[in-house]
Structure formats: structure tokens, C-alpha cells
């Protein structure tokens, strides 16, 4: 079962912030986000892995609630270039990683 | 440059006519996998390899096959396509497991069966 991410949409302004979220019904061994702009392959972002520390890529950084079996991605003073749809993916073993529905975040100047 | 590659990037095809999307890293990855992906349902896992000759099931696996002969090469088959089948399709590699290491992806190819 999918990974579920919220919310599916958001739009903000330049320099505004987000946050999503990623939420899964398994236990979990990873977290990955990725993102991926329109017509272009996903782009990795980073990694959470079970009892890691809070990544960090630029002005995003993720957590990771091994407990809950959630993800949050923070998107701190957002620039035009974080446009994109934003995709979590879960590592549930069995050597997997199940990607989420997708977050399209819109950036507007 | 490391990449993963994908051919071909666009593809028409008449439903039945056997067809194979080619997918090559240049990583020395253990790790490679297919997606497709489709609107509102994001990235779904079809197939993917741990390494050379080995192969498991992904989520949606009906109606393709794969194989791994060499570490750098997981072509992906569709041996009867039908209009279902019509999609995106991502190759992906890591350096190992299925989990650990973040993926590379190559760029896609856009599929429509008619």
C-alpha cells in the first residue's frame, strides 16, 4: 500500500514556507524525497534512514517519526526553482521503496 | 557523467506487438528498478533487481517482464502490450539494496499503445 502524502497541492509565494507530509501504515527502515519537475525525471533529495538524524538539502529538511511511520519535508523560505511535484518514497524491506501519490507545489513570485 | 539511460524516450505502438524499453547505468549499481507512473497515482514499482540474475516482483507486474544478464543493462518487456499499458516509465538505480541509498532515474519513456 502507497504511502499517503499531504496535502496534494499547495501554492505559495516566494519566500514563504511548507511543509509535507508523508504517512504510511508500515514500519519503516527509510524515508526518501524526491522531486520532480514537469516533463524531467524525480531528483533525489535526501534520506532519512530508522534512527538517523534530520537531513537537511539547501533551505529543505526532512524528519522522521519512526514511531508514527511518518515524514515531514520543510521547505523554509521557498524560491521559485522548489516548484515541482515532491514525491516520499518508504522503505518497508523487502528491498522496496514505495512511492507516495505526490505533493504539486506551485511557487508564484 | 553518471546517469542512467533510457530508450527510447517516446514510443507508439499497436496493441499486441511486442516491444522493449532499454535502460543502462554507468554506476556500477547493484540496485535497478522499473516505475511506471501515471496521473494521481504517482510512482508505482513493476519489476526490480538486487543484481545479476536476480529479479522479484514489484506491485504492478502483470502484462511485463524483465532480466538482468549484465550489471549495467535491465531492459524492461511488455510481450503483448494492450492500452492499459499506456504510461510513463522510469528506470531507477542505487548503489545497493532497495532502500539504503538514494535513486538515480533515468529520463523516461513516454509509452502509448493504441
Known amino acids: 500500500q502507497q504511502p499517503v502524502q499531504s496535502p496534494q497541492a499547495v501554492i505559495l509565494r516566494e519566500g514563504e514556507d511548507a511543509v509535507i507530509n508523508c504517512s504510511s501504515s508500515k514500519a519503516l527502515y527509510s524515508v526518501h524525497w524526491y522531486r520532480q519537475k514537469h516533463g524531467e525525471a524525480p531528483v533525489f533529495l535526501m534520506i532519512l534512514l530508522k534512527g538517523g538524524e534530520q537531513m537537511r538539502h539547501e533551505k529543505i529538511s526532512a524528519s522522521f517519526n519512526e514511531k508514527k511511520q511518518q515524514s515531514s519535508l520543510y521547505l523554509t523560505a521557498s524560491q521559485l526553482s522548489y516548484s515541482g511535484t515532491y514525491f516520499c518514497?518508504?522503505?518497508?524491506?523487502?528491498?522496496?521503496?514505495?512511492f507516495g501519490q505526490g505533493t504539486r507545489l506551485t511557487i508564484n513570485p | 557523467e553518471a546517469q542512467v539511460t533510457q530508450n527510447p524516450r517516446y514510443l507508439i505502438t499497436v496493441t499486441g506487438k511486442k516491444l522493449t524499453v532499454t535502460c543502462s547505468q554507468n554506476m556500477n549499481h547493484e540496485y535497478m528498478s522499473w516505475y511506471r507512473q501515471d496521473p494521481g497515482l504517482g510512482l508505482r514499482q513493476i519489476y526490480y533487481s538486487m543484481n545479476v540474475e536476480v529479479t522479484d516482483k514489484g506491485d504492478v507486474p502483470e502484462g511485463y517482464k524483465v532480466s538482468r544478464k549484465e550489471k549495467r543493462n535491465f531492459p524492461l518487456i511488455l510481450e503483448s502490450p494492450s492500452p492499459n499499458q499506456t504510461s510513463l516509465y522510469f528506470c531507477a538505480s542505487s548503489l545497493s539494496r532497495g532502500w539504503y541509498y538514494g535513486y538515480t532515474f533515468g529520463s523516461g519513456t513516454r509509452l502509448t499503445v493504441v
Open positions: 518514497g518508504t522503505g518497508e524491506g523487502a528491498q522496496k521503496l514505495v
